[in-house]
């Protein structure tokens, strides 16, 4: 049973506008939320994390969002550029547990 | 600082046969876990070592099987190959001390194909 789930397997965003990459996860205990970027050939590279005690995180062009109560989180990318067109994962765990649940990811293109 | 570095990059086994993945953690990381990577999917978790011991598994049978040496680096162990088994093999280290809160720094990935 996936217990995250990205919804969306590709996006595309022209370059400057906002990318917005949606995650909703099931398990109510999840407590710490990733993102990751995924190029080919390349392992996931950590972008911006968030635990439930928040509702917004910001690292410079990358804004998480979480909506407890309906178990969404979403990845805000203002501006887009084409250096961004990658796999995006979002994966939560419990705090105190030892493993991430990943959703299968969406592919964004940001178009020059 | 060194990176999470993997070996061998790509191998190709055939049904039947043993490997054994290898995993240099990134300097300082006491923890580190293996994920599965299927085409088109995300990573699932195989499992952790924390201080040399298992410490957590995901779905996954007895005959993948792993160790984390006294340096913090770990091998993983798959035998009895399926044709299931072809996917990326990622390892991850962190400074969690066997909990998962804290980010995760994956290597480069082990592409196993099994024929």
């Known amino acids: ?112 | 600082e060194t990176g999470v570095t993997q070996s061998p990059t790509h191998l190709i086994k055939t049904r039947g046969q043993q490997v054994t993945l290898r995993c240099s953690s990134q300097s300082g990381h006491n923890t580190v876990s293996w994920y599965q990577q299927a085409l088109g999917q995300g990573p699932q978790f195989i499992f952790q070592y924390y201080r040399e011991e298992e410490n957590g598994r995901g779905n996954f049978p007895p005959r993948f099987s792993g160790l984390q040496f006294p340096n913090y680096s770990s091998e993983l162990n798959v035998n009895a190959l399926e044709l299931d088994d072809s996917a990326l093999y990622l390892c991850a280290s962190s400074l969690a001390g066997g909990r998962a809160g804290g980010e995760l720094f994956f290597g480069e990935g082990s592409r196993l194909t099994v024929l």
């Open chain 1, 1 to 112: 049973d996936q217990q995250v789930k990205q919804n969306s397997p590709s996006l595309s965003v022209q370059e400057g506008r906002i990318s917005i990459l949606n995650c909703d996860y099931t398990n109510s205990m999840f407590d710490y939320f990733l993102w990751y970027k995924k190029y080919p050939a390349e392992g996931p590279t950590f972008l911006i994390s968030i635990s439930s005690i928040k509702d917004k995180n910001e690292d410079g062009r990358f804004t998480v969002f979480l909506n407890k109560s309906a178990k969404h989180l979403s990845l805000h990318i203002v501006p887009s550029q084409p250096g961004d067109s990658a796999v995006y994962f979002c994966a939560a765990s419990e705090w105190t547990g030892n493993q991430f649940y990943f959703g299968t990811g969406t592919s964004l293109t940001v178009i020059p």
